[in-house]
C-alpha cells in the first residue's frame, strides 16, 4: 500500500475518532509461531502508532523476533467501526516514564485525586518502559456504511450477478 493511500485512510474522520481511542489490540506472533492479540492502551501521534509496556514484558521478545504486528481499533456500537492497520514495531527502551504512557491513560474517569496517586504508583513501580512504535504500513477502516469488509464486498457483487441473471 503506497504512503499516500495510508495517509488518506487515517485522515478519515471516522479513522481520526478512532485513533484517539484509549484502546487498541496488538496481534504479533510467538517465538513458537502461535498468534497472540492483547488489548493495550495507545497513542497516535499524528504518524505513529505509541504503545507502552514494562520493561519485561513477554511481549518484547516475541516482538523481537519478529516485528510485523496488527492493530485494530473499533467500537462496541452497531454498525461498528473499525480501523485495521498493519505494520512493524520498532522497541524504544526508555528510562523513566514515557510521555505517551501518561497521555495514553489520559482519558480513563479519574478524579484529579486519583490521577495524582495513579502517576506516583507508576513513577515508583517502573524504573523504565518501553516504547512500542509501529508506523503504519497499510490501513482499512471498514464502518459498514461507505466501506465493508472485503469478503461482504464480494458476496454484494456474486448477489447482483445473480440477480442480472
Known amino acids: 500500500m503506497r504512503p499516500d493511500e495510508i495517509t ?3 485522515n478519515r474522520p471516522i479513522s481520526r475518532e478512532l485513533l ?6 496488538l496481534a504479533y506472533v510467538a517465538k ?7 488489548p493495550i492502551g495507545f497513542t497516535w501521534n ?4 505509541v504503545m507502552c509496556t514494562s520493561t519485561n514484558a513477554p511481549k518484547l521478545a516475541h516482538l523481537r523476533a519478529n516485528p510485523m504486528v496488527a492493530l485494530t481499533i473499533d467500537t462496541e456500537v452497531h454498525p ?3 480501523l485495521l492497520i498493519r505494520g512493524r514495531a520498532e522497541l524504544d527502551v526508555v528510562d523513566g516514564i ?9 482519558d480513563y474517569a479519574m478524579t484529579a485525586e486519583q490521577r495524582v496517586e495513579w502517576e506516583r504508583e507508576v513513577r515508583s513501580l517502573y524504573d523504565g518502559m518501553v516504547r512500542i512504535v509501529v508506523t503504519p504500513t497499510w490501513a482499512k ?6 466501506t465493508l469488509p472485503s469478503a461482504v ?3 454484494m457483487r456474486q448477489r447482483e450477478e445473480r440477480r442480472r441473471r
Open 46 to 49: 499524528g504518524s505513529k502508532i
Open 141 to 146: 477502516l471498514i464502518d459498514f456504511e461507505t
Open 98 to 106: 514515557p510521555e505517551e504512557y501518561l497521555q495514553l491513560n489520559g
Open 80 to 82: 461498528p467501526k473499525i
Open 20 to 25: 484517539a481511542r484509549a484502546m487498541t489490540r
Open 32 to 38: 513458537d509461531g502461535t498468534p497472540r492479540n492483547i
Open 8 to 10: 488518506e485512510i487515517l
Open 153 to 155: 464486498e464480494e458476496l
